[in-house]
């Protein structure tokens, strides 16, 4: 019971901060698509999933909680995160009410929830959000497996300008924002 209540703080400490994150791009100010030769398959640390970042991502790992494995490049943030759950924490919270507060995550930061639908992934449950701040926007794709919740997303900080003053570029993001999400899968142990 008293490990429940550890893993379950751990795990919301997790979500909490993945909710508050505020995510601005670094450098180079341009976006530009990832060349194939960049396209590098990241094996999750209890080799659970795989999943392909444009280069050597950085990793953050909270034991019993949470993976976070991000990387920047050329004008874009690509994260993924892995939070774990026993099934005893769904007795106090519903996995529509983990997915409701990973949609409602970016209001807090005056972004506006533009777009949802609900997905399957080989019959796992998932939803995909796009938020949208006026400038940016954050595209996030989260499905339950397992005892956990992994959630990815990517973020590009002037979308709407890039949309009006490069379509052909704003295509090319979300031809590769596809790429990476759908380059997610999980693993046989």
Known sequence: MIKSACSLALTLVCLQSLISQTVTARQPTFYSPPDKSEIKEYLGTN?????????DPVVRVIPEACTSVHLFHKGSMYEFRQLGFSPKDF?????????????????????????????????LEGKE?????????????????????YVIYIDLPYWHAMMKSRPDQAEAFQS???????????LEK
């Open 91 to 123: 007795l106090t919270r519903s996995k529509a009410q983990i997915f409701e507060d990973l949609k409602k995550s970016k209001s807090k930061h005056n972004f506006q929830l533009s777009d949802e639908k609900s997905l399957a992934l080989n019959g």
């Open 176 to 186: 590769e924002a596809v790429r990476f999400f759908d380059s997610f899968r999980l």
């Open 47 to 55: 080799c659970g999933y795989a999943i392909a970042f444009p280069g």
């Open 129 to 149: 959000f796009r938020h949208s701040d006026g400038a940016g926007l954050r595209w996030t794709r989260a499905w339950f497996a397992k005892d956990y919740l």
